[in-house]
């Protein structure tokens, strides 16, 4: 992971190192002022499909994309952990010594952003690593709560940002020379717990995962329950993928979230008993497993959707639907017919919209602008929902027209601006140490 190439960097961890010595230059904590500065980084991610299906143990395909978070900073000699945010304006300033059980008391003191940081720092301390101090400036052009991961973004360049500053004690990835190493996946389980203790949201491994593992000019596709994974190519001279920001941020948005994850919870109980007691009665010779909405299949779901009440009715046939439709859109990836996936997109929105019920005013408005647009493959809102953005697989020659239609009709109909970006699957983390 320790290169030192300074032309790879991204370039909000080129501004981050920029700043470094404007805000720390005179810091007597660091070991020494003349040392290498570091640079480490994690990408944000999109979701081409598989959405709310991970806290179900089904698939994901997500891109990682080229929009980073980023840290410049330089190794302290003692325990204590110093940021600068350049997007917060803000400084935050976390204690080593005691982590993780101090994790409470010090999320207290600090702003929000801050809060992931220490997370992943405590939990890296929880799996007994051995952690140094550093100071650093943290930068990002990932849109802010904007639903491309940028806290998943955040919290795994923590993790690669405390690897590289922990003077070789552990490292993440193969080959890496250390006594202790990790692999990216358990990275993303870490980043994925630390995520839960600094928002409160019970996310599943979409996110972190997608960061850790980001290829260029590729999709992952991610069994969220074994965590095998594969690599899809998604490339093409004809189609990009264009990111429309609603620019709104709902507050009921995590403990909606967490709704729904203990909805599917109970379809799943309820469904598991009802096979349970007809084995009891001899009416099946052989029991199905249910553990998680994984194991339902849409044809098992045909046949039991009816004994479950209405609304846990909807939430888990739009999940099964979505599990088979992330499956199917890995066949196409696998052929190489990315124009093909437009259809199964809208399909997602409606199901997310009618029965998952997690859309909003907004996404719905930007997905019907995309729709009269000629030349888009597919649109639906990705991530959590209640919010944030829409993911558009666009013919290059409609990236304008679709642009323009939103910024001029997303305010007519809204009242708030959109903000849109084309993205390209790109590669994962980083880190290196730049020539001193
Ligand atoms: C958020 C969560 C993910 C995933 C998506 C919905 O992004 O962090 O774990 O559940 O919502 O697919």
């Known amino acids: 992971m320790v290169a030192n190439d300074p032309r790879r960097l991204p370039p909000a961890a080129q501004l981050a190192v920029e700043q470094f010595s404007m805000v720390f230059g005179m810091d007597e904590g660091q070991s020494d002022a003349q040392a290498a500065l570091g640079v480490a980084w994690a990408p944000g991610r999109v979701n081409l499909i598989g959405e709310h299906t991970d806290y179900n143990e089904g698939f994901v395909l997500p891109l990682a994309v080229d929009r980073v978070v980023a840290f410049a900073g330089r190794m302290r000699s003692d325990g204590h952990v110093r940021l600068w945010s350049r997007q917060f304006q803000e400084l935050a300033e976390i204690e080593l010594e005691g982590l993780p059980a101090t994790f409470g008391a010090q999320a207290a003191r600090l702003p929000a952003w801050a809060r992931y940081v220490l997370a992943v720092l405590g939990e890296l301390k929880a799996a007994d690593l051995a952690l140094q101090g550093f100071n650093a400036v943290l930068h990002g052009d990932v849109p802010l709560g904007g639903g491309m991961s940028s806290s998943a973004a955040l919290e795994v360049a923590t993790a690669w940002a405390a690897s590289l500053f922990s003077d070789g004690r552990f490292a993440i990835g193969k080959g890496a020379a250390a006594s202790t190493t990790l692999a990216p996946l358990e990275v993303a389980r870490l980043c994925q717990r630390a995520e839960h203790l600094a928002s409160g949201v019970r996310c599943g491994i979409l996110d972190q995962a997608a960061s850790c593992l980001g290829r260029p000019g590729h999709a992952l596709l991610l069994d969220c329950r074994s965590l095998d994974f594969r690599y899809l190519p998604f490339e093409s001279d004809e189609v ?22 203990q909805q599917c919870e109970e379809a799943v109980r309820l469904l598991a008993a009802q096979l ?62 990315v124009e093909a996936v437009g259809p199964y997109l809208w399909r997602t929105h409606a199901g997310l919209r009618d029965e998952y019920e997690v859309s909003c005013l907004e996404l719905d408005v930007l997905v019907e602008i995309a729709r009269r647009v000629e030349g888009v493959l597919g649109a639906r809102m990705m991530g959590g929902g209640f919010g944030g953005c829409t993911i558009n697989l666009v013919r ?35 880190a290196l140490y730049l020539p001193a």
Not at 242 to 258: C, F, G, I, M
Not at 326 to 334: N, R
């Open 240 to 261: 990009a993928l264009l990111v429309a920001d609603t620019h709104v941020r709902r507050e009921l948005a995590a403990s909606a979230y967490n709704e729904r994850r």
């Open 276 to 337: 349970q007691a007809e084995a009891e009665a001899g009416e099946r010779a052989v029991k199905p497993q249910i553990t998680a909405l994984r194991d339902v299949t849409p044809e098992l779901f045909t046949r039991y959707a009816c004994r479950l009440p209405e609304v846990l009715r909807r939430r888990a046939g739009y999940v099964v639907a979505e599990n088979a439709r992330v499956l199917e859109v890995a066949h196409l990836l696998e052929r190489g017919e």
């Open 396 to 430: 290059n020659t409609a990236i304008e027209q679709l642009t323009e239609a939103i910024l001029s009709e997303y305010p007519r109909q809204t009242g708030r601006q959109a903000s849109v970006e084309v993205c390209r699957a790109a590669g994962g983390p980083g």
